[in-house]
Nanobody
């Protein structure tokens, strides 16, 4: 079992920044690639960013790739999502998720591939 807890969400004006954190506990954190997803009301959960076990590979949806970055600190069992130049359409509940992988470089984008999920943190961007 892996427990995930997101933090850092909140209300921000368009053009602002937020940094989300996801703290993991339980199994060995660096056995998992990590992903960030978001879900807006009435929409499906979508992949935002992911990072491989060894941080050697990252992936982003085109909607955010020039504005968001992802990183992880395996010593602190934490993954981060830095969000810059936020837009009202970024408003959603943001979730982190863990995907157990043998490969140290794989990042998957389908939420069905992820084994564990946090409870989510709300991000609201005002115009």
């Amino acid at each position: 079992q892996v427990q995930l807890e997101e933090s850092g969400g909140g209300l921000v004006q368009a053009g602002g920044s937020l940094r989300l954190s996801c703290a993991a506990s339980g199994r060995t954190f660096n056995d998992y690639s990590m992903g960030w997803f978001r879900q807006a009301p009435g929409k499906e959960r979508e992949f935002i960013a992911g990072i491989s076990r060894n941080s050697g590979r990252t992936a982003f949806t085109d909607r955010v790739k020039d504005r968001f970055s992802i990183s992880r600190d395996n010593a602190k069992n934490t993954v981060y999502l830095q969000m810059n130049s936020l837009k009202p359409e970024d408003t959603a509940v943001y979730y982190c998720a863990a995907d157990w992988r043998l490969s140290t470089t794989t990042v998957r984008t389908n939420p069905r591939d992820y084994d564990y999920w946090g409870q989510g943190t709300q991000v609201t961007v005002s115009s």
